[in-house]
């Protein structure tokens, strides 16, 4: 039974990592001049865009948290509009966190509001798939010990590693190198992506590695 | 021996202080270049001679002066743009003139950082490129001694008439036969030091008893300290400048005679960075203007180009020509050949000659292998052809073939010239290889003692054995002392650069070498008895390590990123950028930690919270094996798991989880009132909207906010007494800035004559004197007669706030948020983040050392030197009194880590009810952090002494690291003698 949600899990996550990957490819087909680094912005609104929808399907695809009673449909609604206001929230936060951090307060206010929306698309909107719109369960997610399935452990992982990605992203900021990478905010949104894509692919590994130990307590 | 953790961490300290500054002097040498002057009017060469029997060249003297008076006008922080670009069309119409269609040659001189004045005008009058201690010694400028132009000049009966800075009456004392210095210490002033100058200029251009003529114009310097390079003032000082240079230019044309014509030489010493400040070497700071006029010029013809770059050491070689005296025998520089190029081939070419001469026997002097350096095989070279080229000329050749030959010639002069002049300039930094050797052993081994010592210094009761009588008796130590002591005499008796080592007497030396052993001695019994312990089973290291908390892994992995980080130049100039990186993260580690203490623990059982909190600060601590403490710890966890959880109830609980958020705000506020560092310096920023002169009301008013803020926050722990003395005491601080002129009281609408406030500011001296006089008093008290610890906490808070109102007068008015902001942070720390969630001392050390980290920077300080407030150091001074300006200077540059500091004391004695070993903790704690960066810098600076931003980014950092070091030093003493007074009553 395990081993079998385990090999689910990868197989999601290594479809997470394709559609990354195909962000940054497929639109220098139909656009010219696309380039991750040379038209930035775009590419951060694409993979938002793309990660999110594929997330989104995802989870309606394979439920991974069956919710045990059927919802109404006004229920169902109220949820999704719950759902976009935790977003629309958690997009202000890292924006207001990363201004916190010293970026720029009024210039450059595109660049590091679209940034917030990539970090909160790798976060917090995986959090809301697996989720939905309950800060008690997100809060018991993330405290330690507190993942419930393997698929809130990886959710536990890829966030994790998405923001220690973006934290290390801003490292190389201050050098005087003078590399397109280095403008604000590339070298973060870069460090988020590869943080994430790395978490999707370490997080069925971890799990796999350290399947003995990870016993999941019922609520 | 039994010793406490803070008495071995001070004396740790000391012995570290000790082994910096050897280093220090080792790594700063005063440079030996050349025999000294006294001696080094040898022969002046005579032209090659002549190859083939028979014929001698008859010139062997030095060629006459080419000029027959001299002005140098010398404008200090003279930037390129001022001159050449579009400042210098619009307000320097004249010389504009004259630079684009008059009779002149025009070039952009660079300076080799530092671009400080003094090292600046020892480069112009010696040629050298003097070493980066020239820094250091610039505000008590001693008499210059090398071989220089003024020095050349008056030997040769030359009269030389001088007016400005000050620092030429120091340097060449005795040497103008008439002068009038000003002070260039008050910045505030912007007139009155050029109309010193110039008072004398109509009276002794009517004159015909002088020579030389140099005036040092400081008021545009001023101008660019307070206001910045775009500010209105820059204008009309340009306007005056250009009135003054026309003034000159009109009497000397008038006074010239058929015999020689006059020379006007109008420089720079520096420039300015966009800031307005120096001592850097952006493009800014090291491009200044340099035009020669005089009549004997070809007039310019054909369109203006772009000035040629020379270097700022090329105009002492220059000038020595042109006024027909030896060069010096330290100078690098070239000849500038237009200057002279009005003149025969065979004058040229002895000219260059010259200068080659001079350069290569420098180099002969300097380097043991000179004879394969390229420039001094191409100056031979040169000089044979020269040689070649003079036969013909005494066989009396066809002018034009000998003009042709001689333009080779000069050409591969002018080539050798620059070759020599280049490798000369790379060899000036000679460093003292030895002494660095020995200062760096001391810090490593101090560095290593105090990192094997942190388990048992972090233990419940700060003790430790110290092992003193073995290790000195051993066999081990006479031995290392025998072999050390023959090494020294080796390396001192084979030396032959000069080494200050060797040069201290033996006995030093001796002691210096048997300190090295004790310490080795030290460090291998401490090794051997880690040894020992660690044959018992290693289970404890593996549960300890597991139960890190966040907070600890992120001081751990932050000291050393940070210490990391230190080899990359651009991470040292933008090391602000680093301390607010990692405070950022520690707040949002600590808002995770409050969130987790308030909404999680209750719904854990208590035996689980233990093992999840069971917080070891260091790996030190996850190393200690023997376990006596791990059960008084985890007990104390215990119960602090249980405890805390109702400790903070209702609104305070609301308020505890904001207050990480409220302290990054106000860490981004404070990030935007000064920018600071390199790259983004020149953005906009609060403090300098807050300083511009239409800005004065909101500055006035953000001022007398903040002092009341400073009041409010710091009267709440105070005796009424010393409550009233604050306030008048901040009163006083308004005052002193209004008298001054930087504020305006809000009934004074005109803008009153500005005074130098002495009596305001001596006013509150006496205040901050008597606040910390009466903490003082309390601690004594409650030391001697033993009483209640609230005295002593009572009277460590009276010394703390003495040294804020100190911080507050010396703090230029728009840096007081910044104290405020720092007052704020640490009571809202201690109420709502450190007792709630019960740090531990090492932990608590640690953000009180990153806190101040940053706030030293949040202050406006970078790592390069133009940021160091040298006007804190003359507030309530006459004048320049060496020592109290030296103090409050350093005062007021780290207050930021030395207010940390001294609260870190405050608030570890109040905790000491809890953990009685708290202080001892602390100093330990602040003693390691301060010395781990210190000993890797050291490494890494000696390792990149050849980089080429040594002496803009790596040496000035090593000078902030060294004084930090001695600042800290004096603090853990402090801290020791708190922990003192504790121990014995107990
Ligand atoms: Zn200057
Ligand atoms: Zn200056």
Redesign the pocket.
Same mark, same amino acid.
């Given at each position: 039974m395990k081993e079998a949600a385990i090999r689910r899990l990868l197989a999601a996550n290594l479809l997470c990592v394709l559609s990354v990957v195909l962000t940054a490819v497929v639109p220098a087909f139909f656009w010219d001049g696309f380039t991750v680094l040379g038209t930035h912005l775009t590419w951060l609104c694409i993979c938002s865009g793309c990660v999110s929808t594929f997330n989104i399907l995802l989870h309606l695809v394979l439920k991974p948290n069956l919710s045990p009673k059927r919802s109404s449909f006004a229920h169902k609604i109220s949820r999704f509009l719950k759902c976009c206001i935790y977003f629309f929230m958690s997009c202000i936060l890292f924006h207001a966190i990363i201004v916190l951090y010293g970026a720029p307060l009024i210039e450059s206010v595109t660049e590091t509001f679209l940034f917030a929306v990539l970090l909160s698309t790798f976060t917090t909107l995986q959090c809301l798939c697996m989720l939905g719109p309950n800060i008690q369960a997100w809060i018991r997610v993330f405290s330690k010990n507190g993942a419930m399935s393997i698929w809130e452990n990886s959710l536990q992982i890829t966030t994790m590693c998405t923001i220690f990605g973006a934290w290390f992203g801003a490292f190389p900021i201050p050098l005087d190198w003078d590399r397109p990478w280095q403008v604000w905010p590339v070298s973060c949104s870069l460090g988020a992506t590869f943080g994430y894509t790395a978490g999707l692919i370490i997080a069925p590994l971890w799990i796999h590695w350290n399947r003995k130990q990870l016993t999941y307590k019922s609520r | 021996m039994r010793l406490r953790s803070g008495v071995f961490a001070a004396s740790c300290l000391l012995v570290e202080a000790l082994g910096v500054a050897l280093f220090l002097r080792g790594f700063f040498p005063v440079a030996v270049r050349s025999l000294p002057r006294r001696e080094a009017r040898g022969d002046p060469p005579a032209e090659p001679a002549p190859p083939g029997p028979g014929m001698v060249s008859n010139w062997t003297k030095i060629p006459p002066p080419l000029f027959k008076k001299v002005v140098l006008v010398l404008i *200090?922080?003279l930037r390129d743009d001022f001159v050449f670009g579009s400042k210098g069309k619009q307000f320097m119409p004249y010389t504009t003139q004259v630079v684009e269609k008059g009779t002149s040659y025009s070039f952009i001189a660079e300076a080799k950082p530092p671009t400080?004045?003094m090292p600046?005008i020892k480069a112009l009058m010696t040629g050298s490129i003097p070493g980066f201690i020239d820094v250091i010694v610039n505000l008590n400028s001693p008499a210059l001694l090398d071989d220089n132009l003024i020095w050349q000049a008056k030997t040769t009966g030359k009269r030389i008439i001088f007016y400005g800075d000050d620092t030429w009456v120091k340097l060449f004392p005795k040497h103008f036969v008439e002068h009038d210095g000003t002070t260039s210490f008050f910045v505030s002033d912007f007139t009155e030091v050029d109309d010193n100058v110039t008072r004398h200029l109509d009276r002794v251009l009517k004159r015909e008893d002088w020579d030389l003529l140099i005036l040092h114009y400081l008021g545009l *310097?001023h101008i660019g300290h307070m206001t910045g390079p775009n500010s209105p003032l820059v204008g009309p000082k340009l306007r005056e400048m250009d009135n003054i240079l026309k003034k000159i230019h009109i009497s000397l044309l008038s006074k010239e005679e058929a015999s020689l014509p006059n020379l006007l030489v109008v420089c720079g *010493? #520096?420039g300015m960075s966009e800031t307005g400040s #120096?001592g850097g070497s952006s493009e800014g700071e090291v491009h200044t203007p340099l035009l020669f006029i005089s009549s004997a010029f070809e007039k310019r013809s054909g369109p203006l180009t772009q000035p040629g770059l020379v270097q700022q050491t090329d105009l002492a070689s220059t000038l020595a020509v042109g006024l027909g005296l030896p060069i010096s025998r330290n100078s690098v520089g070239n000849l500038i050949l237009p200057v002279v190029g009005g003149k025969t081939m065979r004058e040229q070419l002895r000219f260059v000659h010259l200068n080659g001469f001079q350069l290569s026997r420098l180099l002969q002097e300097n380097t043991p292998a000179y004879e394969k350096d390229p420039g001094y095989e191409h100056f031979k070279i040169a000089e044979k052809s020269h040689g070649n080229w003079i036969k013909l000329y005494l066989e009396g050749n066809n002018s034009e073939i000998l003009l042709n030959l001689g333009k080779k010639v000069l050409k591969q002069y002018l080539e050798a010239l620059k070759t020599l002049s280049s490798s000369l300039s790379k060899q000036v930094a000679q460093y003292d290889m030895y002494s660095m050797m020995v200062g760096t052993v001391i810090i490593m081994e101090v560095l290593l003692l105090l990192l094997l010592s942190i388990p048992k210094a972090l233990s419940s009761r700060a003790e430790f054995e110290v092992p003193l009588s073995p290790p000195l008796f051993s066999l081990l130590f006479y031995l290392m002392c025998l072999m050390l002591c023959a090494v020294h005499v080796i390396v001192c008796t084979s030396a032959e650069s000069l080494c200050y080592f060797c040069s201290m007497s033996w006995l030093t030396a001796v002691g210096v070498m048997m300190l090295i052993s004790a310490l080795m001695c030290g460090i291998l019994s401490a090794i051997a008895k880690i040894f020992e312990n660690s044959r018992l089973p290693l289970k404890n290291l593996v549960v300890s390590s597991s139960s890190w908390s966040e907070i600890d892994v992120l001081i751990l992995a932050g000291t050393i990123g940070h210490v990391l980080s230190l080899g990359a130049s651009s991470f040292i100039e933008e090391e602000h950028q680093t301390w607010y990186f990692l405070i950022n993260t520690l707040c949002l580690v600590l808002c995770q930690e409050l969130c987790r203490n308030n909404f999680l623990l209750k719904e854990w059982e208590p035996h689980h919270s233990t093992t999840m909190k069971q917080n070891f600060d260091s790996v030190g601590e996850a190393s200690e094996c023997k376990n006596i403490d791990i059960p008084a710890a985890g007990n104390s966890k215990l119960s602090k798991a249980t405890s805390s959880a109702e400790f903070i109830k209702g609104s305070d609980k609301w308020i505890s989880l904001a207050s990480p958020w409220i302290i990054l705000i106000c860490c981004r506020l404070l990030r935007s009132l000064n920018q600071t560092g390199v790259q983004w310096a020149h953005r906009s920023d609060f403090g300098h909207w807050l300083t511009s002169s239409e800005h004065k009301s909101e500055l006035s008013f953000l001022a007398a906010v903040s002092l009341l803020m400073i009041l409010f926050l710091v009267q709440r722990r105070c005796s009424l007494v010393s409550k009233i003395a604050m306030a008048l005491g901040l009163l006083g601080v308004y005052s002193y800035r209004a008298a001054i002129g930087n504020v305006i009281f809000p009934w004074q609408h005109d803008s009153k004559d500005i005074s130098k406030g002495i009596t305001e500011a001596r006013f509150v001296y006496v205040f901050v004197l008597g606040i910390v006089f009466t903490g003082t008093k309390d601690l004594l008290k409650s030391q001697v007669i033993s009483a209640d610890s609230s005295v002593k906490s009572t009277g460590l808070w009276e010394v703390y706030s003495g040294l804020v109102l100190l911080a507050a007068l010396l703090f230029r008015p728009h840096n007081l948020p910044v104290l405020v902001f720092c007052l704020l942070i640490q009571t809202m720390m201690t109420k709502y983040i450190w007792r709630p969630l019960k740090c531990d001392a090492a932990q608590i050390t640690v953000m009180h050392y990153w806190f101040g980290q940053a706030f030293f920077y949040f202050q406006g300080n970078s790592n390069g030197i133009a940021t160091v407030d040298i006007s804190a150091g003359f507030v309530g001074l006459e004048s320049y009194v060496e020592i109290p300006a030296i103090f409050l200077t350093a005062f007021a540059t780290y207050t930021g880590p030395l207010l940390w500091a001294i609260h870190l004391l405050c608030y570890l004695s109040s905790e000491v009810n809890r953990n009685s070993a708290a202080v001892g903790h602390g100093c330990f704690c602040y003693a390691v952090l301060r010395s781990v960066p210190v000993a890797i810098y050291i490494v890494l600076v000696t390792g990149l002494r050849y980089h080429l931003f040594i002496w803009s980014v790596f040496s000035p950092k090593l000078l902030y690291e060294g004084v930090h070091v001695f600042i800290t030093a004096a603090v853990c003493l402090f801290f020791m003698a708190m922990d003192q007074k504790h121990s014995q009553k107990v």
């Open positions: - | *200090d922080a400080v004045t600046r *310097d *010493d #520096h #120096h």
